[in-house]
């Protein structure tokens, strides 16, 4: 079967940030340098929540927001975990949900879009990997016109969807506002398009930035949602974002006698000696606190054998590398940076198994709000004939390892259903059901002592027939 749409084009992995127009008219003893000092203080405004650019979603803890292909843009739905229910974040009677007079649609590639919460209302991320300063005529002839004789779209709709693009594109950087009968726009700074804002509390984004040869010039910022103004905050040389811990965000920097040298080699040569520390750091206020120091490992230079964070736990895999490249896999790590304590989960994974926890920036379930407390971690897999086709389920008091039986509907290969999202009372929303276009046909809520149970009583949603 031919997809008439072109939501399947070869995109980018990366995502930059832009916007649309409006609507209306990561314990050792190495010596660690002093924190630099810190710009004014920013009054804290709720918990830290997680961008899923990935997937452009978003898990409020009420609800779960997701960014699907319809009529050649993007819309958002909802799925309220209270109601069971999906639905277009849209109240205007009798809208079509199909032009930009729409509060849930949106012009060009729908996975450049990133909707979150904040302070109650909800927002979207325009995030292209591509920016066009091209008129829309400039723009046709390049990308449109030598496609019209290679897709089973008329030509109305091929210039609906590049209409789309080339506005999502051409746009100056800015950010939705949801609002009952529109949408409106924050302005941003130009600057913004250089920033990849994968945070969020109820007052602003947060977003870093990578240069150098080696990716060790890091800068962040803050972006007030009210008002679009942009603030540095300060970071340690090569300090990132990992992740939302304790309040506030979990980074991770090179930690090194001497500052380290833009030159590829000299580079190489100097980061043999680094370590790599792991921070509790509050952007808002300056507050840090250290977590862990762990050698440096080619293995995995940036985050040493870092996979994620669990009930403020750390996990760890140690990593051999090997002389042709790739690493061998060792030891899964438990550290506790409440009392400093590391246990070993297991000593080396299972054989054939390729077992391991995806690290958090790229699965990251937890809720924005509510409790983000972990009964059961889940562990992807795979025998090395389908990717995650052998997962399973890690009590996070007794290590006990629970193989998934369950298996996702109608799906092209023999995996387990999706987890999407936690809700804030706990429970796991799961994509349960596909198609034979391996679209999202189900979803179900499930409290996870049930699903490690076995159990395939999910509370159905009620899906958007739209």
Request: net charge negative.
């Amino acid at each position: 079967m031919r997809n008439r749409h072109l939501a399947a084009i070869p995109l980018a992995a990366l995502l930059l940030t832009a916007c649309a127009s409006a609507t209306d008219t990561t314990p050792l003893t190495t010596p660690t340098p002093e924190p630099t000092a810190t710009a004014t203080p920013t009054p804290a405004a709720g918990d830290f929540a997680w961008l899923n650019r990935h997937d452009s979603s978003f898990n409020s803890g009420d609800a779960y927001y997701e960014m699907v292909y319809r009529n050649h843009g993007g819309l958002l739905l909802k799925t309220d975990y209270a109601t069971a229910a999906q639905t277009v974040v849209c109240t205007v009677p009798g809208c079509t949900h199909d032009s930009a007079d729409c509060p849930a649609w949106f012009p060009g590639r729908y996975r450049y879009y990133c909707p979150f919460v904040a302070d109650g209302a909800v927002y979207v991320l325009n995030a292209p990997v591509f920016h066009t300063d091209q008129t829309w005529e400039e723009y046709r002839e390049e990308y449109l016109t030598p496609r019209l004789d290679s897709t089973d779209l008329t030509p109305e709709e091929l210039e609906a969807h590049y209409y789309g693009l080339w506005q999502q594109q051409s746009a100056a950087p800015q950010v939705y506002r949801l609002t009952d009968d529109g949408k409106t726009c924050i302005d941003l700074p130009a600057e913004c398009v250089d920033y990849v804002f994968d945070f969020c509390d109820d007052a602003a984004l947060y977003g870093t930035m990578t240069s150098g040869n080696n990716g060790q010039n890091t800068k962040a910022v803050r972006v007030d949602l009210t008002t679009g103004a942009l603030q540095s905050v300060p970071l340690e040389p090569t300090e990132y974002f990992v992740t939302c811990y304790d309040g506030a965000l979990l980074t991770v920097r090179y930690v090194t006698d001497a500052p380290l040298p833009d030159d590829f080699e000299q580079f190489r040569a100097a980061v043999q000696s680094a370590t790599v520390e792991f921070d509790r750091y509050d952007p808002r206020t300056g507050e840090r606190r250290k977590l862990i120091e762990r050698p440096y490992n080619i293995a995995d230079e940036r985050l040493s054998g870092y996979l994620g964070t669990h009930n403020g736990k750390l996990y760890f895999e140690e990593r051999e590398a090997l002389q042709d490249g790739g690493y061998n896999r060792g030891a899964l790590q438990e550290y506790d940076p409440a009392d400093g304590s590391t246990a070993t989960v297991w000593d080396a994974p299972t054989a054939g198994s390729n077992m391991r926890d995806y690290q958090d920036t790229y699965t990251n379930v937890l809720p924005a709000r509510g409790s983000r407390a972990e009964d059961w971690l889940w562990l992807y897999g795979t025998d090395g004939a389908v990717g995650g086709n052998r997962c399973y389920l890690m009590n996070a008091a007794t290590r006990e390892l629970v193989p998934i039986t369950q298996r996702m509907k109608n799906y092209a290969y023999n995996i387990p259903p999706s987890r999407l999202a936690q809700t804030a009372d706990g429970r796991w929303l799961l994509w349960t059901e596909s198609n034979d276009e391996n679209e999202y046909v189900a979803y179900g809520l499930i409290a996870p002592d049930d699903f490690a149970a076995g159990s395939t009583d999910y509370t159905p949603v009620e899906m958007w027939a739209g």
